[in-house]
């Protein structure tokens, strides 16, 4: 396109010397002016200015679409670089909440057995503070009918409906106290 344009200037800035010149030569050059040729040739070259004059403005129209698109290539460019940085932040926000979901799902399995490892751990203490309460005392050991009264067998579930945690489940009657070893004697001196 804009060498057509650069042709079609060309051509119409030798029209436009061309009627110059004849302008020129039917008015200066010659003895008698043909007025009737000077006019002719007058509105050739007015029509040669019009023509170079559309041409330089089509020349403008050509340079500002081309810039318009340069500035479109860029501005494309632009917000290409915009999705693609706006894709990797959701990528990354993408990666960071499933870690966040699987670290929710750990910490609610681990809540699950919390109750299970609770009574296992009630359970051992209670059996070494017997233990302890049998090596402190250890003619109460040796009599059957002094043994502290077997701790009932609680399982999981039921020290689960224990917890306070637990409001589907109405609490039971089992208490901590029959956890807990009965309190000491006080202590006498051997001599």
């Keep these: 396109m804009d060498t057509q344009l650069t042709k079609r200037l060309k051509n119409s800035a030798a ?40 041409v330089k403005m089509d020349q403008r129209k050509l340079m500002d679409n081309s810039s318009t698109i340069t500035d479109m290539a860029k501005t494309q460019n632009t917000v290409y670089e915009i999705v693609s940085d ?23 399995e681990q809540l699950e057995g919390l109750p299970d490892v609770i009574s296992r751990c009630l359970s051992r203490h209670s059996y070494e503070m017997q233990s302890k309460n049998y090596l402190l005392r250890p ?18 579930t039921q020290m689960h409906n224990n917890m306070p945690h637990s409001k589907s489940v109405p609490t039971s009657t089992l208490s ?5 070893p009965p309190p000491l004697p006080p202590r006498t001196q051997q001599t």
């Design 15 to 54: 029209n436009v010397l061309r009627e110059t010149w004849l302008i020129y030569k039917h008015t200066k050059l010659v003895k008698r002016v043909n007025p009737s040729r000077v006019r002719a040739h007058q509105r050739k070259f007015l029509l040669a200015i019009y023509a170079l004059r559309k």
């Design 176 to 180: 901590t106290k029959t956890l807990l």
């Design 139 to 156: 003619e109460s050991a040796a009599t059957p009918s002094t043994l502290p009264p077997a701790l009932p067998t609680t399982s999981a």
């Design 86 to 108: 706006l894709t990797a932040r959701q990528d990354h926000f993408e990666e960071r909440l499933q870690a966040i979901e699987e670290k929710i799902a750990l910490v609610h």
